[in-house]
């Protein structure tokens, strides 16, 4: 079950050179042109439909797929981030099966532009947004869920010491087929993973 309440534009989240801001209408036409470039970069690891209907990401406009991740704000369900560094938009960050009741979690999922890869952008972006989930919006726990192939991806989580707690098989359909994904989770008690990420670069 969603949070059961509307979600507050959390306004610009930043940690260094990194921010996080709620994804804007404004933001389709650049997000749109860098899904574009980065094709090849992202196409492994891009969310496909079984049927086998796809649009090639960057070839249609973002403006109706940001107004339906504005819609999740309104429900509760998802937060919709936009990634900038150094105040361009890099990547997305959305925070999604947002449950409050019980269960009070949240999965995360990201990518950022080929252009920028390597620069500690997506950790720091994680570490933002798992931060702003425990402290601003109390929840208990955040997953995120990995191809075991996804080597960069892999790495991000390593970075922060999220927990792996076990293989999913065949569980999201990606790049044509049903895959299988590395489970890790962070702790409302695990502490801030921003300052935990800057321990570990010093």
Same mark, same amino acid.
């Given at each position: 079950?969603?949070?059961?309440?509307?979600?507050a534009?959390?306004?610009?989240?930043?940690?260094?050179?990194?921010?996080?801001?709620?994804?804007?209408?404004?933001?389709?036409?650049?997000?749109?042109?860098?899904?574009?470039?980065?094709?090849?970069?992202?196409?492994?690891?891009?969310?496909?439909?079984?049927?086998?209907?796809?649009?090639?990401?960057?070839s249609?406009?973002?403006?109706?797929?940001?107004?339906?991740y504005?819609?999740?704000?309104?429900?509760?369900?998802?937060?919709?981030f936009?990634?900038?560094?150094?105040?361009?938009?890099?990547?997305?960050?959305?925070?999604?099966?947002?449950?409050?009741?019980?269960?009070?979690?949240?999965?995360?999922?990201?990518? =950022?532009? *080929?252009?920028?890869?390597? /620069?500690?952008?997506?950790?720091? +972006?994680?570490? #933002?947004? $798992? !931060?702003?989930?425990?402290?601003?919006?109390?929840?208990?726990?955040?997953?995120?869920?990995?191809?075991?192939?996804?080597?960069?991806?892999?790495? =991000?989580? *390593?970075?922060?010491g999220? /927990?792996?707690?076990?293989?999913? +098989?065949?569980? #999201?359909? $990606? !790049?044509?087929?049903?895959?299988?994904?590395?489970?890790?989770?962070?702790?409302?008690?695990?502490?801030s993973?921003?300052?935990?990420?800057?321990?570990?670069?010093?």
């Amino acid at each position: 079950m969603p949070l059961g309440r509307a979600i507050a534009d959390p306004g610009p989240l930043t940690a260094g050179r990194v921010t996080l801001r709620v994804v804007r209408v404004r933001d389709a036409e650049p997000l749109r042109q860098l899904l574009q470039r980065n094709r090849g970069w992202l196409s492994r690891w891009e969310a496909t439909h079984p049927s086998g209907r796809s649009i090639e990401p960057g070839s249609v406009s973002m403006r109706p797929t940001i107004r339906a991740y504005r819609r999740q704000l309104a429900a509760g369900s998802g937060v919709p981030f936009v990634v900038l560094y150094d105040g361009a938009v890099v990547g997305q960050l959305s925070v999604s099966e947002l449950s409050g009741g019980a269960l009070q979690s949240s999965q995360l999922g990201y990518w =950022v532009s *080929e252009h920028v890869a390597g /620069r500690g952008i997506a950790p720091t +972006a994680v570490a #933002i947004a $798992i !931060d702003y989930l425990f402290g601003a919006l109390g929840l208990h726990r955040v997953e995120v869920c990995i191809r075991p192939e996804n080597t960069a991806s892999l790495r =991000v989580v *390593e970075k922060l010491g999220l /927990r792996p707690e076990g293989r999913r +098989a065949a569980y #999201i359909h $990606i !790049d044509g087929a049903w895959r299988d994904h590395d489970c890790f989770v962070a702790f409302r008690g695990d502490g801030s993973m921003v300052q935990r990420l800057a321990r570990a670069r010093h």
